[in-house]
T-cell receptor, first 115, second 111 residues
């Protein structure tokens, strides 16, 4: 089974702090993603990466950056945390399904609270 | 831009009945539609993928249909059980890596 792990389940940070969220997958997937999920807004894509050192902006990249130095690891960085970044953060990896589509495999999520 | 819509109201059904969830999209038909299950406080879990040229896909008690004329996908759970209670997310992709998700429909199966 694919396993996607995230560094923390719950995190509390102060406004202005630099925050690192780490994600590791063990199935050699090329693609990795960071989403945030808020009530009523669903999953929104922040950044994704389709290869080591490659990254693409998603729908809401402002206030975030990412790093992918190794294939299995994808980090999300909040340069200066703000209260509106309080959310559930979900990491995912994907592979081609064999019929052309890409199934996504998610980690357990990190509930981040910025005070 | 392409939008994906799911009924935001919760669906309550009796155990043993068939649950049917709806996913509508605007504009062009996506190449692939996917369905995921999400339990509270956890990440979504992939269930099924259906291609644009497939009408129907089945996996155990699950069935997905894809109607490009109606711009709609239906997700059915037959012989529903309380353990099927969760939020179900519809998602589409155009054959590349990026996937766009709907906001999900919460299903409650009542014993």
């Amino acid at each position: 089974d694919v396993k996607v792990t995230q560094s923390s389940r719950y995190l509390v940070k102060r406004t202005g702090e630099k925050v690192f969220l780490e994600c590791v997958q063990d199935m050699d997937h090329e693609n990795m993603f960071w989403y945030r999920q808020d009530p009523g807004l669903g999953l929104r894509l922040i950044y994704f990466s389709y290869d080591v050192k490659m990254k693409e902006k998603g729908d809401i990249p402002e206030g975030y950056s990412v790093s992918r130095e190794k294939k299995e690891r994808f980090s999300l960085i909040l340069e200066s945390a703000s209260t509106n970044q309080t959310s559930m953060y979900l990491c995912a990896s994907s592979r081609e399904s064999g019929t052309g589509g890409y199934e996504q495999y998610f980690g357990p999520g990190t509930r981040l609270t910025v005070t | 831009s392409q939008k994906i819509e799911q009924n935001s109201e919760a669906l309550n059904i009796q155990e043993g009945k068939t649950a049917t969830l709806t996913c509508n999209y605007t504009n062009y038909s996506p190449a692939y539609l996917q369905w995921y299950r999400q339990d509270p406080g956890r990440g979504p879990v992939f269930l099924l993928l259906i291609r644009e040229n497939e009408k129907e896909k089945r996996k155990e008690r699950l069935k997905v249909t894809f109607d490009t004329t109606l711009k709609q996908s239906l997700f059915h759970i037959t012989a529903s059980q309380p353990a099927d209670s969760a939020t179900y997310l519809c998602a589409f992709s155009g054959g590349y890596q990026k996937v766009t998700f709907g906001t999900g429909t919460k299903l409650q199966v009542i014993p």
